[in-house]
């Protein structure tokens, strides 16, 4: 890891974030709605859906990034939502400025290894994976705090009790995607229409994602590889498993992860199992 990444990496963990937050903070209103989430969580295929949904614009990688951009970057982004809110993203715990929101919450032991490939690939970490692990679960290495501490922010959050939090499940997402996207809606004080719903979904599948990703690569002038800075072929925009991390840990790495974030995961229903691992190529 290069001296610029450690001191970058260094800066986002060290008391220099919180002014830099609160810059970042800045032009919000109090009807605006956010999509929250901890990093590959599936923020990113929500905010394409929604945004076909919500506009009826096709979705692809800048045009989603402008209409419901990251927190930091809403400034000047359209009003999307009844009553002139705006729909933006933010990866934060839970602060008092967010009114109301939508959670997307994804089982940490399939965010872990996702998050792993995500920063290794940029050559954001210098730790192996067991490493990587262990400072996931204890501090944070991607200045968003631990999984847990991020979930119980926001389950704890005024917006709970107030009736001003939509809790979505990644895993049911996948699952029953019609289904959750009328919830969403639903939510957000909007109709739905499931003829229009059916046609976003398979406007944005897996391949469909995949191929928008590799024209914004080709806009930039770059492979996935080149993009990846490692050439290993890993991509931000991820097949999405549900429970694969069953194939990639070991028993006692699954067990520090229960210690650690086992109360989280059954406050939002995540079966607690140890499975027995066949152990193959390791992750770092």
């Known amino acids: 890891m290069s001296l610029m990444r450690q001191l970058r990496r260094k800066a986002s963990r060290s008391p220099l974030r919180t002014p830099l937050i609160w810059v970042r903070h800045l032009g919000l209103k109090p009807e605006d709605v956010f999509v929250a989430s901890y990093p590959r969580s599936g923020s990113t295929w929500l905010r394409f859906l929604l945004l076909e949904l919500l506009t009826r614009n ?51 032991r399939d965010v872990l290894p996702s998050e792993f490939a995500y920063e290794n690939a940029r050559q954001r970490i210098g730790e192996d994976f067991d490493a990587f692990l262990t400072l996931f679960l204890t501090s944070t290495v991607n200045g968003y705090g631990s999984w ?31 289904d959750t996207l009328e919830q969403v809606l639903d939510f957000l004080g909007l109709p739905a229409d499931r003829a229009r719903i059916r046609q976003v ?49 070991t028993d006692a790495q699954v067990h520090r992860i229960k210690q650690h974030a086992g109360f989280s995961l059954a406050r939002l229903g995540y079966p607690l199992e140890t499975c027995p691992v066949t152990v193959g190529e390791p992750l770092g």
């Open 148 to 178: 847990q501490d991020h979930v119980a922010s926001w389950l704890d959050s005024p917006l709970e009790s107030a009736g001003q939090l939509l809790l979505v499940k990644f895993e049911d997402l996948r699952a029953h995607t019609e």
């Open 201 to 249: 979904i398979a406007n944005n599948n897996v391949q469909r994602m995949r191929e928008k990703e590799n024209q914004m690569l080709d806009i930039d002038g770059l492979s996935p590889q080149r993009a990846n800075g490692n050439g290993n072929g890993s991509r931000f925009v991820g097949s999405g498993p549900v429970g694969g991390w069953r194939h990639k840990f």
């Open 58 to 108: 096709a979705a692809h990688f800048d045009s989603v990034n402008r209409t419901i951009p990251d927190i930091g970057r809403h400034r000047g982004c359209p009003a999307i939502l009844p009553g002139g809110a705006r729909l933006i993203k933010t990866h934060e715990a839970y602060r008092s400025d967010y009114g109301k929101a939508v959670y997307i919450v994804r089982d940490v």
